[in-house]
């Protein structure tokens, strides 16, 4: 609990009777996309439901969309859905490795600011973390915030590359809470960072440390982004364009060509066309290239989840030996390593400046 003598230096020109106010504090909340509460079906269905009934996600005439969420998917993907988080699952903390990693991510950041890393009193600033889907909502943490005397958030969606179903829906989303304040904190919000030269060099960093541990030399290396459908990109929407310029900038920094280091998408849903190419038909097809030795990055995630630990490490590791590889190796997110860290400490440093 906070001593709330400590953060009301003001209390001596409040009125007789006028009762504790906690102010004049700055909050760092930190947003992930969000992991289900459990493996059984019907956390896995809540989750779901959240997740696939975002309109920023699926942009699907609602008419269209609801019989084929309700009636077919919410029936049969819980279980299928829930059987792969199982194999990865955080058994000592009973949660999925999204929420361990954004947690320890979010301690790491305090100690940062604690130890003189942004300038001022550190002890104005608190930092917090939420997920956009399932728990700590956006709108607790935004309210937990407020009632420490955050009177100004700063909102980090951890997106490198910007798109609507990913940061826009976090601003949504938190949006939606001021909403509902009576007293609101003035919110500023973090912009990507496919291009900062930071997270360049500490992906390039992590890459070239894993691949020294490595016993074998890719012939090629992967760069795995999640993947949103063709639609979006026509509309608009710049993820294709920051992605592709992270990879043409990290072939920059470490040297390679654009044989060597080549850019997929993964993790489609449905019949319609996504970006390509497909990270699945890609790692199919290698071996009978001649890429026999194949590593790959997910740089679109700053952390590891579903979709990196069993959707890259265990799925497509298989398709690849199945189709005549030899060697496969999946390189971790920068995660809450000190590459990663370095990355979140200067962006947060950055967009404090001039609240501190």
């Known amino acids: 609990m906070l001593d709330t003598r400590q953060h009301n230096a003001h209390d001596d020109h409040l009125p007789p009777g006028h009762p ?28 779901l439901k959240e997740f696939l009934s975002d309109r920023r996600v699926i942009e699907t005439p609602r008419a269209l969309w609801w019989p084929i969420l309700n009636l077919i998917i919410l029936t049969v993907r819980p279980g299928r859905k829930g059987r792969d988080y199982d194999t990865i699952w955080n058994r000592e ?25 942004v300038p001022g009193d ?40 910007y798109a609507a179903a990913t940061t826009a829906t976090v ?13 609101q904190p003035i919110l500023r919000v973090a912009p990507p960072w496919h291009d900062d030269p930071v997270y360049i060099d500490s992906l390039a960093h992590s890459i070239e440390e894993s691949l020294a541990t490595l016993d074998f030399t890719p ?21 294709h364009c920051h992605c592709m310029k992270t ?4 072939r920059e920094r470490l040297g390679m060509s654009e044989e060597k280091l080549v850019t997929t998408f993964q993790s489609r849903f449905g019949p319609a066309e996504w970006l390509r190419p497909y990270t699945d038909e890609t ?3 290698l071996p ?14 700053t952390a590891d989840c579903l979709e990196t630990i069993e959707e890259i490490g265990v799925e497509n590791h298989e398709y690849f030996m199945e189709h005549g590889g030899e060697k496969f190796a999946r390189i971790d997110c920068l995660n809450d390593s000190p590459n990663g860290m370095r990355v979140l400490e200067a962006l947060v440093a950055r967009e404090l400046s001039g609240w501190v």
């Open 20 to 47: 504790p106010v906690r102010f004049g504090r700055i909050g760092v909340l930190i947003v992930n996309l969000g992991t289900p509460d459990a493996t059984d079906y019907w956390s896995m269905r809540r989750y």
């Open 93 to 117: 903390r009973d949660e999925g490795p999204l929420k361990t990693i954004t947690r320890a991510q979010s301690e790491k950041l305090a100690e940062f600011i604690g130890r003189g890393g």
């Open 122 to 161: 550190p002890s104005r600033i608190v930092v917090d973390w939420a997920m956009r889907y399932g728990n700590p909502s956006i709108a607790s943490r935004i309210e937990a915030l407020q009632k420490q005397g955050c009177e100004r958030i700063l909102l980090v969606p951890l997106y490198p590359h």
């Open 171 to 183: 601003c949504d989303k938190a949006f939606d809470a001021l909403k509902k304040l009576r007293w």
């Open 219 to 239: 012939d090629m290396i992967l760069a795995s982004y999640h993947g949103v459908p063709r639609e979006y990109l026509d509309k608009g929407d710049p993820y």
């Open 247 to 250: 990879t043409r900038l990290l």
């Open 283 to 285: 790692i199919k097809a």
């Open 288 to 301: 009978g290239k001649g890429v026999k030795k194949l590593a790959v990055i997910t740089p679109g995630f």
